[in-house]
T-cell receptor, first 115, second 116 residues
Framework: KNQVEQSPQSLIILEGKNCTLQ??????????LRWYKQDTGRGPVSLTI?????NTKSNGRYTATLDADTKQSSLHITASQLSDSASYIC??????????????FGAGTQVVVTP | DTGVSQDPRHKITKRGQNVTFRCDPI?????LYWYRQTLGQGPEFLTY????????KSRLLSDRFSAERPKGSFSTLEIQRTEQGDSAMYLC??????????????FGQGTRLTVV
């Protein structure tokens, strides 16, 4: 069973609107959580990274939150633009390894921004 | 250095043929990772190298798959006797690791493999 679950699987929003993506994880002991943006046919690009002591981090119009107690994270996109259309992937690592090979990837949320 | 580079970007092959992909990591990065990603899914770990040593392989990496990083710089991933189930995006990533210092991993653009 995947230790990182993302919701919704996909969503469609109007340009200029806000949206929030969810990531729930069971990875333990938790080390850090990353959000990636992946455009169609391209590799993922890092948006934010948070450790257990951080509960919010922003990167432009992207704001990630983390609740390490409930093992939940969200990614909020403000004033969406057409270029935000992409898959957003949540990646969680645990403290027992520094190897990316052991990081747990979510399946991603596919966001489509329409004019 | 503009980042992680993968070649080719797209590959269409007939079932049963062998294919080889290349990844050039960011030059100072000593770790290199291979992932496979199918439509609608997140990347799945295949294998990774530290310098030229292959440190870990996923059980997803069947005997038909082999990866090398002979000089600790670029890496190749070969798939022998391709099957339709091998159709996927193959992603490479690299990072720098020394003791407790680890940089973020950066991904390449991927190689899209279609087996017909």
């Amino acid at each position: 069973k995947n230790q990182v679950e993302q919701s919704p699987q996909s969503l469609i929003i109007l340009e200029g609107k806000n949206c929030t993506l969810q990531c729930n994880y069971t990875v333990s002991p938790f080390s850090n959580l990353r959000w990636y943006k992946q455009d169609t046919g391209r590799g993922p690009v890092s948006l934010t990274i948070m450790t257990f002591s951080e509960n919010t981090k922003s990167n432009g119009r992207y704001t990630a939150t983390l609740d390490a107690d409930t093992k939940q994270s969200s990614l909020h996109i403000t004033a969406s633009q057409l270029s935000d259309s992409a898959s957003y992937i949540c990646v969680v690592s645990d403290m027992t390894t520094d190897s990316w090979g052991k990081f747990q990837f979510g399946a991603g949320t596919q966001v489509v921004v329409t004019p | 250095d503009t980042g992680v580079s993968q070649d080719p970007r797209h590959k269409i092959t007939k079932r049963g043929q062998n294919v080889t992909f290349r990844c050039d990591p960011i030059s100072e990065h000593n770790r290199l990772y291979w992932y496979r990603q199918t439509l609608g899914q997140g990347p799945e770990f295949l294998t990774y190298f530290q310098n030229e040593a292959q440190l870990e392989k996923s059980r997803l990496l069947s005997d038909r798959f082999s990866a090398e990083r002979p000089k600790g710089s670029f890496s190749t991933l070969e798939i022998q006797r391709t099957e339709q189930g091998d159709s996927a995006m193959y992603l490479c990533a690299s990072s720098f690791h020394r003791g407790y210092m680890n940089t973020e991993a950066f991904f390449g653009q991927g190689t899209r493999l279609t087996v017909v």
